[in-house]
């Protein structure tokens, strides 16, 4: 079978692969129907070309994201308290490698960071942090389920 040129972007499991192209199409019947709602409601709102862009691409985003975080596919080999652990630390350690990196970009790039950065940085890592966190969770209840 030959594969689209979206094939780069999906898994190599094949199972992960559908599910995924079922979030892709899900997203793109939501982005569809975002899009009309707001061409309709552009006559009472009179919404920006941008600003209706970044919407729609947002609520794609986060419909897809949230879907994939949800069905407990990321972490497939996640399915004993010991690998569950371990996993755990690792995403806590990537979670302050990231608040560690983006601090010192911060810092070499414009200087001393004003608290307003910092809370920001803080709050990017910690929102990662609870995704990771999310989706190892649903994995390992899900796999736990399946053993």
């Known amino acids: 079978m030959m594969k689209s040129w979206i094939s ?3 898994p190599e499991d094949e199972y992960k692969e559908k599910k995924m192209l079922y979030f892709l199409s899900e997203g793109a019947i939501i982005l569809l129907l975002s899009i ?3 061409a309709i409601f552009n006559k009472y709102a009179n ?17 897809v994201l949230g879907r994939y975080i949800i069905s407990g596919m ?11 652990k371990k996993e755990k ?3 806590r350690i990537q979670a302050y490698f990231f608040f560690t990196a983006f601090l010192l970009l911060n810092i070499i790039t414009s200087g001393r960071p004003e608290w307003v950065e910092i809370i920001g940085i ?11 966190f999310v989706s190892l969770k649903r ?5 736990r389920e399946l053993l």
Not at 76 to 84: F, L
Not at 139 to 143: A, G
């Open 8 to 10: 780069f972007l999906l």
């Open 122 to 132: 803080v709050f990017t890592a910690t929102i990662f942090w609870f995704i990771n």
């Open 139 to 143: 994995s390992y209840k899900k796999n």
């Open 47 to 63: 919404f920006s070309a941008g600003a209706v862009i970044l919407l729609s691409i947002a609520i794609f985003l986060f419909y």
């Open 89 to 91: 630390r690792n995403i």
């Open 36 to 38: 009309l709602v707001m």
């Open 74 to 84: 990321e972490y497939t080999e996640v399915a004993t308290d010991k690998s569950y």
